[in-house]
């Protein structure tokens, strides 16, 4: 069902990018970064919210996982067609000062229920922060510029969970883990402010194709979720990303713990080592994988499902070296390849179906993507992970998490056929084959 993705390469791939739109682009991923550091913030500190709360490894699966993904995704519908018909740039600033207050309130829990409704609070904020970000982006950016725009914009993640080991881990050693959560989310409060500040509403779809706007009498929610899951390629992309965000979040919210409690590590040295690989490898591979789509793939379209397929390939057998290292140095050494390879999927399905569909209908085309592949990935994976944790606890009380990483594999394999049939689905409609 692509429309638009050559037209617009044709007319905005030669539009200039001016100052504004880099001044956008580095306040939405400032926005990004809070955004992640945020919700990280409870897989960084599982240890000592353990020691104070005394919740188990399921308990904490299920509120970084299922509670989180169930508010994280639902609202961000509603989330994104406001957005489609409103001002984005309002309603990222209002999500934003949300999720920092309800950030804030994490950090003042005396109990596990009270956590739960605090960090389902963070989930229906941090619901309004992407979707319309992804879609302002691809307003100040023309098509065969957009990949890299969105790469970077996608470091956000890695820039914050690597902030939030390095300043939530030394906080929680220095004083408590309480405080980070206050002073973390304090800080987002003043880049909801920000965000109005320095980020202008951009003309929707001023820099695609005008066939890319032909019948754009604003789309409506039907309309829209309708063209969305009857096109086998963007339902495609969605399961695909889905399946590797089960391995993503499932392995991501567990590794801190996994390797202070299993491999030895300290919370001081979780603060320098952790930070550094994370901010390193995830944000390196973030960034290269946008790099190298926009080098292929307006010559080779299956480019958008085949690149992650081989990353996920690479990443499979490292993740294995890193689940049976002996010690947490180690462990990292490995695990520095799965922490770059397995993001290349994120610019690529973003870029895809932004591409893919009208400006009209991308804040809600964004927002159902994220919907399919946070619900699986972010409900299933951690939920998954916690569980499987505690089932092997009573036998293997050492390496229950090791145990429960292992059972991840069988989704690496998964996640790569689903890019495998998307990349045969996208080369029959380059051949004419209505997709």
């Known amino acids: 069902m692509r429309n638009q993705a050559t037209g617009?390469?044709?007319?905005?791939?030669?539009?200039?990018?001016?100052?504004?739109?880099?001044?956008?682009?580095?306040?939405?991923?400032?926005?990004?970064?809070?955004?992640?550091?945020?919700?990280?913030?409870?897989?960084?500190?599982?240890?000592?919210i353990q020691d104070t709360l005394h919740v188990t490894d399921s308990q904490l699966g299920r509120i970084?996982?299922?509670?989180?993904?169930?508010?994280?995704?639902?609202?961000?519908?509603?989330?994104?067609?406001?957005?489609?018909?409103?001002?984005?740039?309002?309603?990222?600033?209002?999500?934003?000062?949300?999720?920092?207050?309800?950030?804030?309130?994490?950090?003042?829990?005396?109990?596990?229920?009270?956590?739960?409704?605090?960090?389902?609070?963070?989930?229906?904020?941090?619901?309004?922060?992407?979707?319309?970000?992804?879609?302002?982006?691809?307003?100040?950016?023309?098509?065969?510029?957009?990949?890299?725009?969105?790469?970077?914009?996608?470091?956000?993640?890695?820039?914050?969970?690597?902030?939030?080991?390095?300043?939530?881990?030394?906080?929680?050693?220095?004083?408590?883990?309480?405080?980070?959560?206050?002073?973390?989310?304090?800080?987002?409060?003043?880049?909801?402010?920000?965000?109005?500040?320095?980020?202008?509403?951009?003309?929707?779809?001023?820099l695609d194709a005008p066939a890319a706007k032909m019948g754009e009498a604003k789309a409506s929610f039907a309309s829209t979720f309708r063209m969305f899951v009857s096109s086998p390629s963007l339902v495609l992309v969605s399961l695909a990303c889905g399946a590797t965000q089960i391995v993503t979040y499932g392995a991501g919210n567990f590794t801190t713990l996994y390797l202070m409690r299993e491999r030895g590590m300290t919370l001081q040295q979780v603060a320098v080592w952790v930070a550094l690989l994370t901010g390193v490898c995830m944000g390196g591979g973030i960034f290269i994988s946008g790099r190298v789509l926009d080098r292929f793939v307006h010559r080779f379209r299956p480019a958008y499902a085949v690149i992650p397929a081989l990353s996920l390939t690479a990443a499979a057998p490292l993740f294995l070296g890193f689940v049976y290292a002996p010690t947490w140095p180690t462990a990292l050494l490995f695990l520095a390849g799965p922490t770059a390879l397995n993001y290349f999927y994120l610019s690529s399905a973003v870029a895809f179906v932004h591409d893919e569909v009208r400006p009209d209908q991308r804040v809600l085309s964004g927002a159902l993507l994220l919907l399919v592949m946070n619900l699986i990935g972010m409900g299933v994976g951690p939920t998954f992970v916690g569980w499987a944790s505690d089932q092997f606890r009573a036998a293997h009380p050492h390496s229950s998490l090791q145990l429960a990483f292992l059972c991840l594999l069988p989704v690496y394999v998964l996640a790569i056929l689903l890019f495998l049939i998307l990349a045969r689905v996208l080369k029959g409609a380059r051949m004419g084959v209505k997709s």
């Open 64 to 206: 970084g996982g299922l509670y989180f993904a169930l508010f994280y995704c639902l609202i961000s519908i509603p989330v994104g067609w406001l957005a489609d018909k409103s001002n984005r740039v309002h309603v990222l600033s209002v999500a934003c000062g949300l999720w920092s207050l309800a950030t804030m309130a994490c950090g003042i829990s005396a109990n596990y229920p009270q956590l739960v409704a605090s960090r389902m609070a963070v989930g229906v904020g941090e619901a309004g922060g992407v979707p319309p970000s992804y879609a302002i982006i691809t307003d100040y950016f023309p098509p065969g510029r957009r990949a890299t725009a969105l790469s970077l914009y996608n470091l956000g993640p890695p820039i914050g969970q690597a902030l939030g080991v390095a300043f939530g881990a030394s906080i929680a050693a220095a004083y408590s883990w309480r405080l980070a959560f206050v002073v973390l989310g304090g800080a987002g409060l003043v880049a909801a402010l920000s965000v109005l500040a320095f980020v202008r509403e951009p003309q929707r779809g001023g």
């Open 8 to 48: 617009g390469s044709l007319a905005g791939g030669s539009a200039r990018v001016g100052a504004g739109a880099w001044i956008a682009l580095g306040m939405l991923c400032l926005v990004y970064v809070l955004n992640f550091l945020d919700r990280q913030l409870l897989s960084i500190l599982a240890k000592p």
